[in-house]
């Protein structure tokens, strides 16, 4: 395969599904390892004769690992959502995709427009309500799959409780608490986000506050401290008038996004009582996923991930992406820091791009200072990540594991048991190698980035987004 682009491996369909495989593994796993990691993604690229065209519009298929006694169970299977039911008997698009307009009559895609339909088809990630699992975008819905077959089994109101017509797809865990905060999107005159939590069990959500704004910035995720929940508000978001104008025009989320009038905005909100402490602004810019946040004196420190403007979502087609020459979104790791009796930011560059999926030891650094953040980064013409690193934000040092040829996933932060320091555990990432036309699960010592083990799928995955391990030590989230 041509090396130059060997990455357009990852944004193509596997139709194969398999069920509970026992894969060869080379090295050794650590002893301590024991759980599942559940992933999700892209699993398929079309719609019958409809190729999708946006990177957020494939169809969602889970992939768990079993990790236990060092050996290694695998199973994939498609989330069977209405959108992919729909895809199989009918050949089309059912629902408005972020970029692909559903194949259905002009009167279907008013009424859908006009009823609030979103699409359901899961694509972004994975969240567990106690002992119930589900498949996440940002939609009204969740689909429950068991995590032991990963079939389908039912599906879950987000919005229930809320006056919203979605909830993001990042949400955040108090272990301590056992709570889960999150975001309630609702569009109309207004755009309505509800900051909002909810018991980890599951269970009737809380609304703590909400933000009103006159036009509709675009918001993937939040940050949430010890005391606050930190809304990073998007300087670009959705013109509404093209959003209704596309039930005839066919035009999509992707044709409507823009930039807004607006400055980045750092809304700051008591996550107790919701009360709006203050908003800081700061230059344009675009923010899917922060790496963590805390508060330090009477500034509040945040480390994100930023892109320059709105082609970090216009920029993820797939025409784009599969290109022999793409022009790939450059985010950085960037740290701001908001204090809380100005209302002006400060930003510093932690490590220049493209580097993105940023990740920390979530349970243990959550809403606390953190030395370590690790990355998927990107190097020369790809458009796929081809390296993984590992920033000391403290030292200002970096280390990076990389393998020839290959595209690595998101680095998923497993601690060991009783660990003393921060980076004490293991970093599991799902790599992507063309040339074998397979992939392969890889564990890294998450302090020096030395591989450990890996085990040997039976056949290539497409590029993944978002997943979670669940084990002994962690049995709530491990990420955001």
Known sequence: ??????????????????????????????????GDLVGNGPG????????????FDPFAMLRRFRIEDGKVTYANKFVRSQDYEYATKSGGVRTPFPGTPPDRAVWTRLGQLLGGTFPDNPVI?????GDEFAAVTESPTALLFDPDTLATTGQTDLTA????????????????????????????????????????????????TELRFDEAPYIHSFALTEQYAVVTVNAFGLDTTDLLRGAFTRETFLDSFRALDAPTRFVVLDRETGHHETTITAPPSFVYHHANAYERGDEIVVDLVAFEDDSAVTGLTLSNLRSADPDLPVGDLCRYRLPLSDAAATRELLYE??????????????????????????????????????VDVETDT??????????????????????TAEDDGVLLSVVLDPDADR????????????ELGRAHLPHRLPYGFHGQFYGPESPGRSMA
């Open 1 to 34: 395969m041509d090396e130059t682009t060997a990455y357009r491996a990852g944004f193509r369909t596997q139709d194969e599904e398999v069920e509970n495989v026992a894969l060869d593994v080379e090295g050794a796993l650590p002893d301590w390892l024991r």
């Open 353 to 390: 791009g493209p580097v993105e999926f940023p990740m920390v030891n979530y349970r243990r650094v959550r809403g606390q200072p953190h030395q370590y953040v690790y990355l998927a980064a990107t190097d020369g013409g790809s458009s796929l990540p081809t390296a993984l690193v590992k």
């Open 161 to 208: 409780g809320l006056d919203s017509d979605l909830t993001l797809a990042h949400v955040h865990y108090d272990h301590d608490e056992e709570t889960f905060y999150n975001l309630g999107v609702s569009y109309g005159r207004e755009t309505v986000y509800t900051l909002f939590r909810r018991p980890g069990s599951g269970g009737s959500p809380t609304a703590l």
């Open 125 to 129: 990630g994975v969240q567990r309500f």
């Open 44 to 55: 398929q690229f079309e719609a019958g004769e409809t190729e999708v065209r946006h990177w």
């Open 439 to 450: 992939s392969t699960l890889v564990c890294l010592d998450a302090g020096t980035l030395e």
């Open 398 to 419: 970096v280390r990076r594991w990389r393998e020839s040829g290959t595209y690595p996933g998101e680095p998923i932060f497993v601690a060991a048991p009783d660990a």
